[in-house]
């Protein structure tokens, strides 16, 4: 008999210390576990353009990714059995979990369109609206995780914190080509510079990963306002390492304000584990 899984996610944000407009959306939706092995949908996505363009952005984002995929946390949906058990057949988990990956990425696509028809439909309000955005779907011990822009996906495990997201941007092209080091991104004068986002375009190109989770490993999914201010990973990890979800959440948005707050801040934290 295989593992029985659960999760438990919590999300927040803030405008930060010097915004009055928050521009960054969170999602953390999670299926009862009454209803069956855990699922959850996780998204934080990051608003840009002016006049409230970027909030417009960041929820059209959220709003079209959890319309797109709510109908997979419905146990009594028939479009269910995509979805791959805990411990799968051989090679049907994997054609499974490639099912549930394009669902990912035909949700972030119809995003990307919801964003650009808006645009398109309303030129003054609009100005040059879009969002960077992370996601990841939780199965099991399966997670599916998606971005388009900078905001980041870390998975923790026992072994430490990863990114497990590339970030979209000038200054993560210079560092993957070994141009740059890590910790010269934050003074570069185009750190700024995101080359992918929702909204921009009619098409848009959709980094996916899979992850597989053990018991007590955690996702953590945050806007450019959490990593930029919080430059060293090992006080990130530190955060997440907290008993308690919500005071995760609660102390990482604490510290991106603590060290200047410059920009909107969107959290999600998750944690699986096994029964």
């Known amino acids: 008999m295989g593992m029985n899984y659960s999760i438990e996610a919590v999300a927040g944000t803030h405008p930060g210390m010097l915004r009055t407009i928050n521009q960054d959306s969170v999602l953390a939706l999670v299926r009862p576990n009454d209803m069956g092995d855990a699922f959850g949908l996780l998204i934080v996505a990051d608003g840009m353009g002016g006049h409230q363009a970027g909030d417009v952005a960041s929820q059209l984002a959220v709003e079209t990714i959890r319309e797109n995929l709510a109908w997979l946390l419905d146990d009594g949906n028939e479009g269910a059995t995509i979805i791959a058990p805990s411990v799968p057949a051989p090679d049907k988990g994997e054609r499974e979990i490639s099912q549930l990956e394009a669902r990912l990425k035909l949700a972030i696509e119809a995003a990307n369109n919801a964003i650009y028809k808006y645009a398109e439909s309303n030129p003054t309000e609009a100005g040059n609206l879009g969002c960077t955005v992370t996601c990841?779907?939780?199965?099991?011990?399966?997670?599916?995780?998606?971005?388009?822009?900078?905001?980041?996906?870390?998975?923790?495990g026992k072994d430490g914190l990863i990114q497990i997201t590339d970030d979209?941007?000038?200054?993560?092209?210079?560092?993957?080509?070994?141009?740059?080091?890590?910790?010269?991104?934050?003074?570069?004068?185009?750190?700024?510079?995101?080359?992918?986002?929702?909204?921009?375009?009619?098409?848009?190109?959709?980094?996916?990963?899979?992850?597989?989770?053990?018991?007590?490993?955690?996702?953590?999914?945050?806007?450019?306002?959490?990593?930029?201010?919080i430059q060293d990973p090992q006080e990130i990890e530190d955060i997440l390492r907290s008993d308690d979800l919500e005071v995760a959440v609660?102390?990482?948005?604490?510290?991106?304000?603590?060290?200047?707050?410059?920009?909107?801040?969107?959290?999600?934290?998750?944690?699986?584990c096994s029964s």
């Open 136 to 156: 990841a779907i939780v199965h099991g011990n399966t997670a599916v995780v998606a971005n388009v822009g900078d905001s980041r996906t870390y998975y923790l």
């Open 250 to 272: 609660s102390q990482m948005i604490k510290a991106a304000n603590r060290y200047g707050g410059t920009d909107n801040i969107g959290v999600v934290v998750a944690e699986v």
């Open 168 to 229: 979209h941007s000038y200054v993560g092209q210079l560092v993957r080509d070994g141009h740059l080091q890590v910790e010269e991104i934050y003074d570069h004068p185009q750190r700024n510079v995101i080359t992918r986002a929702l909204g921009s375009q009619l098409d848009v190109n959709v980094d996916t990963r899979i992850c597989s989770l053990d018991h007590g490993d955690r996702l953590f999914l945050c806007s450019d306002g959490v990593w930029e201010m």
